[in-house]
């Protein structure tokens, strides 16, 4: 179980009900029970190589291992540096390498040859099991001939600061790299029995999206793709734990991808709207943005939601708690996992003032500290996207 760790002036209530969420979330999309689901069913009848790569990859990997029991062969995991010193694999034919994200260094070029020499190495008569988690594109780095890292990096910060969708991030990565589109899976087209799962990250589950699509076919005979768990999973869960804690969430935005802003703003006013008894919530999940570039300030769009619905319903005389949470457990560069706000930390004016100008100038991370709302997990080993809900007590 992940550590949750708050700040010491967050109230009880809240404390409670933000890590009963977290925890339901967390198991609801575990990497490695869902990879054992998943390959309950397979044969166990040949031999079967993993090629695992993401911020969920350590986990993904642990569950196929334990799925194919003797008839696993081999494995490259590329996993986020955190998770790759920590791993801990009893065989000894897995090899793990760290890589950095969101942007692309010399080691994740490095790393991804390593696990083309051993896709290249697989014999057709095995079988392949590809796994894809959040953060792949980044991991997954081989750019065409010509195409320098510094290309590659510059244009991944340029949209990343501009707010633009992961769709046309990947989409820009798919012409300096060749793995990308379908790449990865020309290189593995003589293994016949090959398959891929995938734990996305991306609103609508499209797995031509998902890590920028290595192994999305162009052409037959297509490799079969499987979504083990999407921000879907996590959101029924929260409508699960909000059964079983006798709140009525009323309404739940799923897909969500507009500005962190609007969205935050849009969740509050349902809520001030709706006239169920209380406690009532609603609820959203999805990949939300802001648009640094005209900002040095540091912060995520998990925090700059939860912030804006707050300043949203400053003012109303009803009792409410909003909290916010990326399953990463990393907001942007803030490096906090999302934060809690209630209507009694905000309630003098001065207070909601220095929210508005940290919205103002995409600096929330310190203005969340100083309200004593942050939220620290560090990395999860797994990313389906972010969740938020507002809740209005009795």
């Known amino acids: 179980m992940i550590p949750i760790r708050f700040q010491s002036g967050l109230p009880e209530r809240e404390r409670r009900v933000a890590t009963e ?17 998943h390959l309950s069913h397979m044969p166990k009848n040949t031999p079967t190589h993993v090629l695992a790569f993401g911020k969920a990859s350590i986990a993904m990997c642990a569950g196929a291992i334990e799925a194919l029991g003797s008839t696993f062969a081999r494995a490259s995991v590329l996993a986020p540096e955190a998770n790759a010193l920590d791993a801990q694999f009893k065989s000894k034919l897995v090899a793990v390498f760290p890589c950095d994200h969101p942007l692309p260094t010399e080691r994740n070029i490095e790393a991804t040859r390593h696990l083309l020499e051993h896709a290249r190495s697989i014999p057709e008569d095995h079988r392949v099991l590809v796994l894809i988690s959040g953060g792949s594109s980044a991991m997954l780095c081989h750019p065409r001939p010509r195409v320098s890292l510094g290309q590659i990096r510059q244009m991944t910060k340029d949209m990343l600061s501009s707010g633009s969708s992961i ?3 990947n989409a820009a990565r798919s012409q300096l790299e060749t793995l990308k589109a379908g790449g990865l899976a020309q290189e593995l087209m003589r293994v016949h029995d090959r398959y891929c ?7 609508g589950d499209d797995p031509s999206v998902i890590g920028s699509g290595p192994m999305h076919d162009a052409f037959p005979p297509r490799t079969p793709h499987m979504i083990v768990a999407s921000n879907a999973s996590a959101l029924d869960a929260l409508a699960a734990w909000c059964a079983g804690a006798s709140i009525d969430c009323f309404h739940t935005d799923r897909g969500v991808t507009s500005s962190s802003v609007d969205a935050g703003q849009a969740l509050a006013k349902r809520l001030v709207r709706s006239s169920f008894d209380c406690p009532a919530a609603v609820a959203l999940g999805g990949e939300t943005t802001v648009d640094t570039r005209h900002s040095d300030g540091i912060g995520g769009p998990t925090l700059e939601l939860v912030l804006s619905a707050a300043v949203e319903l400053a003012g109303h005389d009803f009792d ?3 909290i916010g949470f990326t399953t990463d457990g990393v907001d942007g560069p803030s490096g906090v996992a999302g934060c809690v706000l209630t ?4 309630n003098a004016p001065i207070k909601r003032q220095g929210i508005e100008s940290a919205l103002a100038h995409h600096d929330t991370l310190s203005i969340c500290d100083t309200l004593g709302a942050t939220i620290r997990t560090g990395p999860t080993g797994t990313n389906v996207n972010d969740i938020a809900i507002a809740i209005r007590w009795d």
């Open 197 to 203: 799962f995938l734990l996305s990250d991306v609103i």
């Open 21 to 37: 969420i977290i925890r339901a979330v967390m198991r609801a999309v575990n990497p490695e029970r869902a990879m054992r689901a």
């Open 167 to 169: 769709q046309e991030i």
């Open 320 to 322: 409410w708690s909003i």
């Open 343 to 346: 209507s009694s930390m905000i």
